[in-house]
Nanobody, 117 residues
């Protein structure tokens, strides 16, 4: 099983980035997908989550109205569109795949997002 994140980088406050996470080795269409982040010195925080069918979506209050999670089951990819970025959004972002049938979860290696002027 492999989860490969991409799209991180350096951006000024107010800017945008889109993260992608492509999954292989799993039946992607049966996975609930999530994006977490971990800032330096802090614990890992759930940012956004999307159900396997894409119908149910959840966001942390801190990102509501700025971030959008979506998925393309045909491409086995989940996205996180991040707009109006703030310095507090600086963190390593991880995607997680959760397979309800086996209660197993899988993680990507993380991608760094830095928001700074």
């Amino acid at each position: 099983v492999h989860l490969v994140e991409s799209g991180g980088g350096y951006v000024q406050p107010g800017g945008s980035l889109t993260l992608s996470c492509t999954v292989s080795g799993l039946l992607f269409s049966r996975c609930r997908m999530s994006w977490f982040r971990q800032a330096p010195g802090k614990g890992r925080e759930l940012v956004a989550q999307i159900s396997s069918d894409g119908v149910t979506i959840w966001y942390a209050e801190s990102v509501k109205g700025r971030f959008t999670i979506s998925r393309d089951n045909a491409k086995a990819t989940v996205y996180l569109q991040m707009n109006s970025l703030k310095p507090d959004d600086t963190a390593v972002y991880y995607c997680q795949a959760y397979l309800r049938t086996t209660y197993d979860d899988y993680w990507g290696q993380g991608t760094q997002v830095t928001v700074s002027s």
